[in-house]
């Protein structure tokens, strides 16, 4: 069965403070993988899609980065309009759906 | 920038009352999804659509749960008979090439 684990849960950190989120994942085949931003009460709004090991995807302060095991959402310089939750996601190359990890909630201060 | 739409924003039912959830996929897309999520929970597929029929769905989306593309431009999803767990945001989806596409989703309220 198709796995996505995130972490944290949870990431506060300061205007400017750098960092990343970690997107682990299981899958039999990888169709893509895919970050989305998801405001409170509102629908997922579509950040990246990665397709192998080694790719690299940039928009302005967000870059995410793709292994075979797991994907990194990095966070260059935050401002507090980035806060949001980050989610990751899957597709299976067998199927028509993707599955979602639980999401970081990043919370930056100014 | 075309986007998808979804309607109501909100609904409150009563249990074992039938809901229509509607959506406006974009418009040159073809693959067309529900998912829906639970408060606090993550992001859960229900139901895929593609040239006028399931192509895939859940454990969740059993016998209460119905999809239709009535006409050109609006895809819908059916609950029969409402329970309180059915209480969630559900969101639609649209496919073109890869990404999809999320509408900003309808709360599902069951009293």
């Known amino acids: 069965e198709d796995q996505v684990t995130q972490s944290p849960e949870a990431l506060r950190l300061q205007e400017g403070e750098s960092s990343s989120l970690n997107c682990s994942y299981t899958?039999?085949?990888?169709?893509?993988l895919f970050w989305y931003r998801q405001d409170p009460g509102k629908g997922p709004e579509f950040l990246f899609t990665?397709?192998?090991a080694g790719e690299e995807k940039e928009k302005e302060r967000l870059k995410a980065t793709l292994t075979k095991k797991e994907s990194f959402l990095h966070i260059t310089a935050p401002k507090p309009e980035d806060s949001a939750t980050y989610l990751c996601a899957v597709e299976n190359t067998g199927f028509q759906k993707l599955v979602f990890g639980t999401g970081t909630r990043l919370l930056v201060s100014p | 920038e075309p986007e998808v739409t979804q309607t109501p924003s909100h609904q409150v039912t009563q249990m074992g009352q039938e809901v229509i959830l509607r959506c406006v996929p974009i418009s040159n897309h073809l693959y067309f999804y529900w998912y829906r999520q639970i408060l606090g929970q993550k992001v859960e597929f229900l139901v895929s659509?593609?040239?006028?029929?399931?192509?895939?769905k859940s454990e969740i989306f059993d016998d209460q749960f119905s999809v239709e593309r009535p006409d050109g431009s609006n895809f819908t999803l059916k609950i029969r008979s409402t329970k309180l767990e059915d209480s969630a945001m559900y969101f639609c989806?649209?496919?073109?090439?890869?990404?999809?596409?999320f509408g900003q989703g309808t709360r599902l309220t069951v009293v």
């Open positions: 659509f593609y040239n006028n029929e399931i192509s895939e």
């Open positions: 899958v039999s085949g990888l169709r893509g």
């Open positions: 989806a649209s496919t073109g090439e890869v990404e999809a596409f």
């Open positions: 990665l397709y192998s």
